[in-house]
Each structure stands twice: as C-alpha cells, then as structure tokens.
C-alpha cells in the first residue's frame, strides 16, 4: 500500500513539474555475488589503490549486463578497471574521472540497464 501511495505521489509530482527527468530503469546487483565488503562501506578508491573494497568495485562493475570488458577480481585498481569506472561514471551523467567516490559507489550497487555511451576502444 505505502509504495502505491509514493509512486502516485511522485507521478503527481512529475505531472506538476514543468521539467521531468525520466529516470533509467535499473537492476540492483545481488549482494551476495558481490560480497568482498559491506555494502555500507564505500571508501574512495583511485588508481594504484589495492585490497578487497577495490574487489568489490571490480565485482560490481561487471554486473553491467556483460559490458566489456569483465574485470578480474584481482583487488588491484589498474588502467583497465579505471577506463572502465570512467565509462560507468559518464553513463550516468558523471565526471568521467575514474575515481571511485560516493556517487559512483551508488551506480555501482544499482548499474542502469543500458548506456548509450559506446564502450571506448
């Protein structure tokens, strides 16, 4: 009943809006695939930084529904994983830094379903 109740209300909300963002639809990784550390621990993470919140970010960045390239889960933030990190951040409208900070750890843990950014060569 209470989520009928907030998807009413935020349809209201959109339809009194002047400017309404449609949202990607998106699929939540299974945490229990992706359990190195707890979900509530999201360090910012760089390139050269190792350890299992790195495996983590690895993990989580192949749950895109098979986007290239899958990473190994070796916990080590190389140039491959950080070309990646940067591709998934401008999927959702980020800076493509490739730093791992809060923003991306949430794309992390909910991947859009698509990008329609292609993959960099």
């Given at each position: 009943m209470r989520q009928r109740r907030s998807v009413g209300l935020g349809?209201?909300?959109c339809a009194a809006a002047t400017l309404c963002l449609v949202m990607p639809q998106v699929a939540a990784a299974a945490p229990e695939e992706c359990s190195y550390i707890s979900a509530s621990l999201r360090p910012m993470l760089t390139y050269g930084d190792t350890g299992m919140a790195v495996k983590q970010a690895q993990c989580l960045s192949n749950k895109w529904?098979?986007?290239?390239?899958?990473?190994?889960?070796t916990g080590a933030f190389d140039s491959v994983m950080l070309k990646k990190i940067a591709w998934i951040q401008g999927?959702?409208?980020?800076?493509?830094?490739?730093?791992?900070?809060?923003?991306?750890?949430?794309?992390?843990?909910?991947?859009?379903?698509?990008?329609?950014d292609s993959y960099p060569v």
């Open positions: 349809a209201a909300f529904a098979g986007q290239p390239p899958k990473l190994p889960l999927c959702h409208g980020l800076a493509p830094s490739g730093v791992i900070e809060a923003r991306t750890w949430q794309v992390l843990y909910h991947p859009a379903l698509d990008c329609y």
